[in-house]
């Protein structure tokens, strides 16, 4: 503390005043709870939950308001891993890959168990991010400018080729899915000259396909449909420890494993401090990172501890890692910290170079409430993961309707739209034709959410380097890096499946 | 508890937290429910900052809550659409741009014209201005045009949009000097900002309000598309006084308006609470408050310009009129 103090004199003393007013702390601990609550349903993100409560925070001081909206945002990210553990519907795109081992997990009764990890790592990573948020944020702020449309492209890219790899799917059909992913993307305007593609005359079709609709559909309405034909969520309730003893399991799991832990985290905060780039990208590159190192990578989908750690992780530590372009640059580095852009306008928090000459106080009392949201987080997450655990134990008769109702619910709340209802419903039957042909879902997810971004990265690009396609992909150093990562990407997976065959 | 009774149960929670938001007090006293607020662009943007921090001192003029909903999509269409389709009651208002809305219509055939809105006055004034990165060798608008004549098609421009006043600008550039820009639609302000400052794109064209000129770090700014200078750039040159006068709309300025909008209607049907946003709009941005949260963002308080409907309609329709006069630009950049 006293090192971090000599580095940045002055206004982070009384930074750290202004966060510990009662108020400001109150704000942290109702923000985290709001968060965690919000996060935890099915179909609601991160940045529907920041859109929602923004309003709510006009009449308060800004101190107040910011450090809540903050406090929501981190529990928002974390809960999503909640409802992903223990009935395989994750809360929002973050927490996709988490189903995998955390569901697994819940059918032989460790759900509290998973929960556990689940707080400590996500917990833990958001306090690693916002360190690295006050420590290197301008270094890393100039880094992620070099980001441009060709990077941004073929890290879409990159991220397409590891989804086969990391589940140990056919990559043809992973391919196939991811393709049709993009697909879906194109629906709605183009990116240069805003011509309409495939809206079929409804206007709002003209801003594309929302991926959390999609998700929504694909993940949890296709899933309740599944759970209604499998019965019960516990399979073999085999583990009949205790849940207090699980807890403190959980704990140790972390504490056995700091390099699957730290890779994540890194994965996350630099990921989340792309523009355009969040959670959404980072789960699956950490994921496919931590079995690529892994020495029991086929225990991997089968309820690996380190698969959740890989995910939460690295979800949690983009919200340091997004916040970093944001105040230094004014360039919001996801979705939800544009949603958090128009909440600092309201609150005459103007982001940029300057910001911390201008407004230091109430910025450093941010990335401090960050420190204390996250502990939050970690205290909230583990003394609740017993009771959480206990939803898995629920009858379904009570958990599918009322996931469908929050499902449908969600799908309108993303744009204030019944359209989007019918494209969740829509892609729920897509999302059951995909399982029943073994195709992996999280292809056609992953798809959809590079799609935006893939599209715009690759026009740009190619008009700024005036179609020439050598030029285009040796764009600078990083792109050549990402080239290399997605050919070995898609070498490693042929040759593994060639063995596997 | 057996599924039926728990479904009943979960479902009048629902109808009834569902029926608790809404407030139906009747209509003597407007505005007797929230009035919503189209924002046809995403969270965190210009147009969506602009109109947040006018909902605290509107409220208090007007006595009634505002609800800000974004629709982006389409430069501006999605939200276009969402305030033409609205019920003229008086419940829901756009803020608006100016080409977009005009260029929507003209080459996006979107359903509405400028005669189906009425207009409850302006907000802002943001000119064009062409920014160079700071690797790059040019010092002002005239630079640039000279390198551009000795490299056609070889020096890249970054637009906010395919159609609005930053894509006009360059197009008249072009046309003007007989020059090409390598011309690539950036898409939004914040793309732009990265891409100039990433050193990705030499050039871009912003508006400057828009560009966030206190805080954009190192950048050159070449000349704005006026006559005058731009307030928030003094040490800028504006085309006229760098001798391109040839460019049209220079003296009358090419730049983004923003605007406050209901749908067409609301004056005939309902003169009263029409009458009741148009005033209470205008003493909101008169306000300290308004004038000190724009002081805030960027000094937007410098180039707020109220105009009353009456000549908010008039620069719509020169706008307008623009724009047509200069769609085979346009039709030419498009079809190329």
Request: glycine letters at 10%.
């Amino acid at each position: 503390m006293t090192a971090v103090l000599l580095l940045f004199p002055g206004a982070l003393g009384t930074g750290l005043g202004l966060l510990l007013q009662p108020p400001v702390i109150a704000a942290i601990f109702i923000g985290v709870a709001i968060g965690i609550i919000f996060g935890a349903i099915p179909g609601f993100s991160a940045t529907m939950t920041l859109i929602l409560f923004t309003p709510v925070t006009i009449p308060f001081d800004p101190s107040v308001a910011l450090v809540f909206l903050v406090s929501a945002y981190g529990g928002a990210v974390y809960a999503g891993s909640i409802p992903a553990i223990l009935i395989n519907t994750p809360g929002a795109p973050g927490s996709v890959v988490t189903c995998w081992d955390g569901y697994e997990l819940t059918k032989s009764g460790r759900a509290t168990y998973a929960l556990a990890v689940s707080a400590v790592v996500s917990g833990l990573a958001g306090i690693i991010a916002a360190v690295a948020l006050l420590a290197t944020g301008p270094i890393l702020a100039d880094f992620a400018l070099g980001f441009g449309p060709v990077e941004l492209f073929l890290l879409a890219i990159f991220a397409l080729t590891i989804i086969p790899a990391a589940k140990g799917q056919s990559l043809l059909k992973g391919l196939l899915g991811g393709t049709f992913g993009l697909l879906v993307a194109t629906v709605g305007s183009d990116p240069q000259l805003a011509q309409p593609r495939a809206i079929f005359d409804q206007p709002l079709l003209r801003s594309g396909i929302d991926f959390v609709v999609v998700l929504i559909g694909l993940f949890v309405f296709a899933e309740m449909i599944f759970l209604a034909a499998r019965g019960e969520i516990l399979t073999t309730d085999t583990d009949r420890s205790d849940d207090r003893a699980q807890v403190f399991e959980g704990i140790r799991a972390v504490i056995a494993r700091p390099v699957e832990f730290l890779r994540g985290t890194f994965i996350g905060i630099f990921i989340g401090s792309l523009p355009g780039a969040g959670a959404d990208v980072a789960n699956f590159v950490a994921y496919n990172e931590a079995k690529r190192w892994a020495s029991n990578p086929a225990e991997f989908g089968k309820g690996a501890i380190e698969g959740i750690i890989a995910a939460d992780s690295s979800n949690n530590a983009t919200q340091g890692g997004a916040l970093i372009p944001t105040l230094t640059v004014g360039i919001p580095g996801s979705g939800s910290t544009a949603a958090l852009l128009s909440a600092f306008a309201i609150h005459g928090l103007n982001p940029g170079p300057g910001l911390f000459q201008r407004s230091g106080v109430l910025v450093y009392a941010l990335i401090f409430s960050l420190f204390l949201g996250n502990i939050l987080i970690l205290v909230y997450g583990l003394s609740g993961a017993q009771y959480f655990g206990k939803i898995s134990r629920i009858p379904i008769r009570y958990i599918i309707p009322t996931v469908i109702v929050l499902a449908i619910v969600g799908a309108f709340a993303v744009r204030n739209s019944y359209l989007d209802i019918f494209i969740m419903l829509l892609f729920g039957l897509v999302g059951i034709i995909l399982v029943i042909s073994d195709y992996p879902m999280v292809s056609v997810v992953i798809g959809v959410i590079v799609g935006g971004f893939a599209e715009e990265g690759f026009v740009q690009g190619w008009t700024i380097n005036q179609g020439d396609a050598v030029q285009f992909l040796a764009a600078s150093n990083i792109s050549i890096i990402l080239l290399i990562l997605i050919v070995l990407s898609l070498v490693i997976t042929a040759v593994r499946n060639r063995q596997s065959e | 508890m057996d599924r039926r009774a728990y479904l009943r149960g979960f479902a009048s929670a629902t109808a009834i937290g569902v029926a608790g938001c809404s407030d139906t007090l009747g209509d003597q006293s407007y505005p007797s429910q929230s009035i919503t607020i189209i924002v046809p662009w995403a969270q965190g943007g210009g147009t969506d900052r602009s109109t947040r921090i006018l909902v605290s001192p509107w409220k208090e003029e007007i006595g009634g809550e505002f609800v800000v909903e974004n629709y982006s999509g389409g430069s501006t269409q999605v939200g276009g659409e969402q305030l033409y389709n609205a019920k003229p009651d008086g419940y829901t208002v756009s803020m608006w741009n100016l080409p977009q809305m005009n260029a929507t219509r003209l080459f996006q055939d979107a359903p509405y014209t400028i005669e189906d809105f009425d207009y409850i006055g302006t907000n802002h004034f943001d000119p064009t201005m062409w920014f160079a990165g700071t690797q790059t060798p040019y010092e002002n608008m005239t630079d640039l045009i000279d390198a551009a004549r000795d490299q056609p098609g070889e020096i890249t421009v970054g637009l906010t949009s395919a159609v609005g006043n930053t894509a006009l600008s360059a197009l008249l550039i072009q046309e003007t000097y007989d020059v090409e820009f390598n011309l690539v639609n950036l898409e939004g302000g914040s793309s732009v900002r990265q891409s100039v400052l990433g050193g990705q794109v030499p050039v871009v064209v912003n508006q400057p309000w828009a560009f966030n000129p206190t805080n954009i770090g190192e950048v050159t700014p070449l000349g704005s598309h006026t006559s005058e200078r731009q307030s928030l750039w003094p040490d800028t040159p504006s085309f006229a006084e760098l001798n391109l006068g040839d460019v049209p709309l220079v003296d009358e300025g090419l730049g983004q308006w923003k605007l406050m909008m209901a749908p067409g209607g609301l004056e005939e049907e309902y003169p009263d609470r029409y009458q009741a946003l148009v005033d209470s709009y205008k003493r909101a941005m008169e306000t300290e408050e308004y004038q000190e949260r724009a002081a805030e963002q960027g000094s937007l308080n410098e180039i707020l310009r109220y105009n009353n409907p009456e000549d908010t309609f008039e620069i719509v329709q020169n706008v307008s009129n623009s724009m047509r006069e200069f769609e085979g630009l346009f039709e030419a950049f498009r079809n190329q």
